[in-house]
């Protein structure tokens, strides 16, 4: 070697380590992702619009017309806190809180359905503090993600039906809690995390034909106990049914429908009289069905371009899940992006009629303070193992 790589070398390394790793260490945002910040800011933004016009012409006169807007800023702000926090604590500490994340998850879950919890629309969801209200089953998402993420981390690829039995039953747990609130479309997305979670941590293709097949099993004791409340199968037949009763239970799907395509190439823009946002005719149209707002206002363009953001958000996840240093990270960021891509396709797939309706909301678009602050903190995970990933 010559005297230039032995004299590099030597002051590259003090104390055996290099200056370069020290650097990062002591300043990983050096290592940010601005595309993933900049992408989570747009959805942000653009839901915070589509909220407003869902909502302003809505609202009694004696209200502020705003109320709905100035609220998802507050949520947004205080989500923002969320993810620099979440961001700049290394992740890799969280696989030592794991079993304490995803028990404060099972408590809380379980004091929803004690008195404690709020209930509202038949769906004892969330805790009323007065001021705000919290729904827990949100950040339950994150703590399976990382408990899941945990435990197959350990298992370095060399996943077995044992380990396929654990991280099953550590999903179903908080997923049969949330069901018995009752909030399906929640507890489905818990199914989604266990199938990409056991796909990114080496589970083998038996492994899932035996979960169908329980999950098959499942299905089928469901609709023969009756598990199942009533405006949940009224849901499912009117998915089902190809000319459903527009009075009744295909009302919503129908308005639904018709705003999307009303919309037309351009949109009918804001503020519009006489439109399926301004005469209300979407039932619960700034949360659950916001993307019909989406649609009929900014048309085929406006929603074409959500949709647009929407692949890049989920591309930047799963990049961010190869370029991990370790598994547990991988795991991290690739539950994350399940969670995305599950909760996109089935809330705008049920605008559309070819997903049933199960009341799931539209990451970072939809109203709602919980929701908002889980996504703001998914974000600030994806950007803690982005900025380790040479660390």
């Known amino acids: 070697m010559g005297m230039q790589g032995l004299f590099g070398e030597a002051v590259d390394r003090i104390g055996g380590e290099p200056i370069s790793a020290r650097m990062a260490r002591r300043a990983p945002i050096r290592h940010l992702d601005p595309m993933l910040l900049t992408i989570t800011l747009l959805l942000s933004v653009f839901g915070a619009v589509m909220v407003f016009s869902a909502t302003a012409n809505k609202q009694d006169t004696s209200l502020d017309p705003a109320q709905y807007l100035k609220r998802q ?18 992740y890799r500490h969280l696989r030592a809180f794991a079993p304490f994340l995803y028990g404060g998850a099972l408590v809380t879950l379980l004091l929803l359905l004690t ?9 004892r969801s969330w805790f009323n503090f007065g001021f705000f209200q919290v729904q827990p089953s949100e950040f339950a998402k994150i703590a399976v993600i990382v408990a899941g993420a945990a435990y197959l981390a350990e298992r370095k690829e060399e996943v077995r039906v044992r380990d396929v039995a654990v991280v099953t039953a550590l999903v179903a747990a908080p997923s049969a809690l949330i069901y018995v609130e009752p909030d399906f479309g929640s507890a489905l997305v818990f199914v989604a995390l266990l199938a990409g979670l056991l796909l990114l941590g080496g589970a083998k293709i038996r492994h899932f034909l035996f979960l169908a097949m329980m999950a098959l099993l499942g299905v089928a004791v469901i609709l023969q106990v009756g598990l199942l409340k009533d405006y949940q199968i009224e849901r499912i037949t009117a998915f089902l049914d190809s000319s459903p009763d527009v009075q009744s239970e295909g009302w919503t799907l129908h308005q639904a429908k018709t705003a999307i395509a009303s919309g037309g190439l351009r949109g ?15 039932p619960e149209q700034h949360t659950d069905f916001i993307f019909t707002a989406v649609a009929e206002q900014l048309g085929f363009i406006g929603a074409g371009a959500l949709l647009g953001l929407f692949a890049l958000l989920i591309w930047r996840a799963l990049r961010i899940a190869t370029l991990s240093r370790d598994l547990f990270g991988t795991l991290l960021a690739g539950g994350i992006a399940t969670m995305w891509v599950f909760q996109m396709f089935v809330n705008v797939g049920m605008t559309m009629g070819i997903m049933p309706i199960t009341g799931l909301t539209l990451p970072f678009v939809s109203f709602g303070g919980s929701s908002l602050v889980m996504n703001f903190m998914a974000v600030g995970i994806l950007l803690n193992v982005h900025m380790r990933r040479y660390l």
């Open 73 to 90: 800023i507050a949520y947004a702000i205080a989500g923002a806190i969320v993810l620099l926090v979440v961001s700049f604590i290394d």
């Open 115 to 123: 008195p404690l919890g709020d209930e509202a629309g038949g769906a």
């Open 268 to 282: 009918k823009g804001f503020q519009r009289k006489n439109t399926q946002t301004s005469l209300d005719f979407v």
